[in-house]
């Protein structure tokens, strides 16, 4: 595999598709990362920032009724709902957040769709005494309303923008063109395993924690790893941060994309099962375009996964048979909200229902003694104004 | 391997230099507000004496420019522009010389700047060879640096091409020369760390980072990004080879947009024509 030993390919995926100036910052940030992940005093503080801060290490939840009611496999939860802020974002950007003061950089900036990447990023610079300003499109601030009020609240600014379908992608766009003027004091926190290198690497990185405790917590728990690992994925952070620690193990990976409404261009975000490789925001991996290059409309009922692109290394994955790709639609996820409600008494974020929803598919064609977990992303609190829209609608 | 001795982008600077002239090079987005408006404003353009012409190929994510350039891209694609339907206008654009000897004839040199994310959509090879055979001279593509651009160079040199990459403010000296020597037809110096748009100054460390980088090599050296009136033009032609002018025209373009073609371009075409005397 010739081309995996270019830096910042994962195979054929992965690059640098940035304009020059924001060059050495690209530069920069790969210096500093990779110094730090070889810094034992970084690690170690990064370390405290997760227990101290994230409040990890994230339960392991049997989840005895929801097994039950789906009469197969074993089904535990990866509680990431349960980190400080109510997602897993908050892992990387403490990390990220961590490299900004490294780097002697006082402003950061972020993209955010859901909001959590962004409520995450405003917590992390409130406690190291950043300036932070958020991008958001206004499609996503009508969406997420409680999250927008978080992230002023933490003392961020939220900057509507108002361009294309005005979700994450955009909010992504500006991000870009804010740090092409802003580089040299301002640190970029991506909020996935997306964009150029080092992000993808980095941003996978800071998540492993995720999949690092599972492994410990499954071995301890059931003398064993579990047979399948189901996760969402928006740009696939919280995947790539749970498979990665098992990658070299036997054990099965499905990644869940936004099926949206229906499988037509536009109507959904599954750039791994219905895109082609192409080149977005900084990286080679599969997109939602058209014939020309034009990044394609998208949609998803979560506005975390309602991106039309992925992190490079799912794109690699999905070539080489790793990891399984599939979707849910977005009627199906609601309904796994409700499920998941009622039988445990959690409420997932939008995000997290793909991946429940997957479960409780495949969770019964499995035998009793297989384990299948979760990677439970997010906790649903964000969302409960635009499920209750859409329950009151359905019952009409 | 250097096919690039005919190259219309090539020779143009280089009788440039020899009349001790410099370049006004305006940008202008493909099919805004629509193509037989850019054909129009190529020929009034060429006939009030402009040489060379950017052509921006509109993309649904420009990161590198400012509200005005996206904001005319997304209204050309709203339009339905495509790359193929620029290339068959310039195609026509360029047929024009063959019945006309006059000036206004067809022979500016054209250099599109598109997006990796068109090109490498379209495939590089396929890309490049209908530039060419529409009729352009050069492409710069803006997101595709130095290290990502390597299997590009040999490609566009050989379907007689000229890559234009990019030098900004952020670039460490010893990759300049880098950028430089790699850079074919001329130089872009990005005069600012940022986007698109109009600035009412340009930073004198830009200038002077111009003036340095010309003592190291022979091809030419243009600046862009923020410079929109004439003062800026004849400044950053003090020292560079030429000056680009994008949103400042896009701007006027927007103004003028719901009158009549022909007001359009003259309105435009005059803009155009002030810059000139800057450089005269
Ligand atoms: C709870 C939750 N899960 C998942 C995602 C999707 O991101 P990723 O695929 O990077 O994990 C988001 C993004 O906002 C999120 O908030």
Redesign the pocket.
């Known amino acids: 595999m010739s081309e995996n030993e270019k830096a910042g390919y994962f195979g054929p995926y992965g690059g640098q598709f940035v304009p020059e100036t924001l060059m050495s910052a690209l530069a920069q940030l790969d210096r500093e990362y990779h110094a730090a992940m070889a810094d034992e005093s970084f690690l170690a503080e990064f370390d405290r920032c997760l227990r101290e801060i994230a409040g990890r290490p994230s339960e392991m939840y049997f989840a005895r009724r929801l097994t039950e009611n789906l009469g197969g496999a074993k089904v535990y939860l990866k509680r990431e709902d349960m980190n400080h802020t109510g ?3 908050i892992n990387n950007t403490l990390g990220q957040a961590l490299l900004t003061l490294r780097m002697g950089k006082k402003r950061v900036i972020a993209e ?3 909001g ?2 962004g409520v995450a990023t405003a917590t992390a610079a409130a406690v190291f005494g950043l300036e932070c300003d958020v991008y958001m499109g206004t499609e996503d601030i009508r969406r997420q309303a409680l999250n927008v009020f978080r992230m002023e609240l933490l003392g961020a600014r939220v900057v509507p923008v108002t361009t294309g379908q005005r979700t994450l992608k955009d909010a992504c766009n500006e991000a870009m063109r804010d740090w092409m003027g802003s580089v040299e004091h301002t640190h970029y926190i991506l ?3 997306v964009g150029p290198a080092p992000f993808p690497e980095m941003v996978r990185e800071f998540q492993c924690c995720i999949g690092r405790e599972s492994r410990e917590q499954m071995l301890q728990i059931e003398g064993r790893l579990p047979d399948t690992i189901v996760a ?8 790539a941060g749970i498979f990665v620690p098992m990658i070299n193990d036997d054990v099965e990976m499905i990644g869940v994309e936004a099926g949206g409404r229906s499988m037509g261009l536009g109507d959904h975000a599954a750039s791994l099962v219905a895109g082609e490789p192409g080149v977005l925001h900084g990286a080679r991996s599969y997109v939602l375009q058209d014939s020309d290059g034009q990044t394609a409309e998208v949609h998803s009922v979560s ?3 309602d991106y039309p692109g992925v992190g490079p290394e799912h794109a690699y994955w999905k070539d080489t048979g790793r990891v399984g790709y599939t979707t849910c639609s977005d009627d199906d996820a609601l309904d796994a909200v409700v499920a998941l409600s009622r039988a445990e008494g959690i409420i997932p ?1 939008l ?2 229902a793909h991946a429940v929803a997957e479960a409780m598919k495949i969770a019964p064609k499995m035998k009793p003694e297989q384990i299948l977990l979760i990677n439970l ?2 906790r649903g609190d964000k969302d409960c104004n635009e499920i209750a829209d859409i329950l009151k609608r359905r019952k009409k | 391997m250097n096919n690039l001795r005919d190259n219309r982008l090539v020779k143009t600077f280089a009788g440039l230099r020899t009349a001790g002239k410099k370049a006004l090079m305006p940008f202008l987005t493909a099919g805004y507000p629509d193509l037989e408006t850019t054909a129009a404003l190529l020929k009034d353009f060429e006939a009030r004496g402009v040489r060379i012409v950017e052509l921006g190929i509109p993309f649904s994510d420009p990161i590198a420019d400012g509200p005005t350039i996206q904001a005319s891209y997304t209204d050309a694609l709203d339009g339905g522009v495509s790359s193929e339907k620029i290339f068959e206008m310039v195609r026509s654009y360029r047929s024009t010389s063959l019945t006309a000897g006059r000036s206004g004839d067809g022979s500016l040199a054209l250099v599109a700047m598109v997006s990796y994310s068109i090109v490498f959509k379209h495939g590089v090879e396929p890309y490049l060879a209908d530039a060419v055979d529409a009729g352009f001279d050069g492409i710069i593509i803006p997101d595709l640096p130095l290290e990502e651009a390597s299997e590009l160079e040999p490609l566009t040199s050989s379907a007689g091409l000229a890559n234009v990459m990019l030098i900004a403010p952020t670039t460490p000296p010893e990759r300049r020369l880098e950028i430089a020597r790699h850079s074919h037809g001329f130089i872009y110096y990005i005069s600012i760390a940022g986007i698109t748009g109009e600035r009412a100054r340009l930073p004198e460390e830009s200038i002077r980072a111009v003036a340095e980088l010309r003592t190291h090599t022979d091809t030419p050296v243009c600046i862009g990004f923020g410079v929109s009136n004439a003062e800026t033009v004849a400044h950053v032609c003090e020292v560079a080879d030429g000056a680009i002018v994008g949103s400042a025209i896009i701007h006027r373009i927007t103004d003028a947009k719901d009158a009549p073609r022909d007001e359009l371009v003259k309105k435009v075409g005059e803009f155009v024509g002030e810059l000139l005397k800057s450089i005269i």
């Open positions: 997602a897993h974002k955010t769709g859901a959590q990447h909020g996935s395993v969402c994925i928006g740009g696939g952070s919280n995947a506005a975390g996964l974020a995000e997290s992303s997010g």
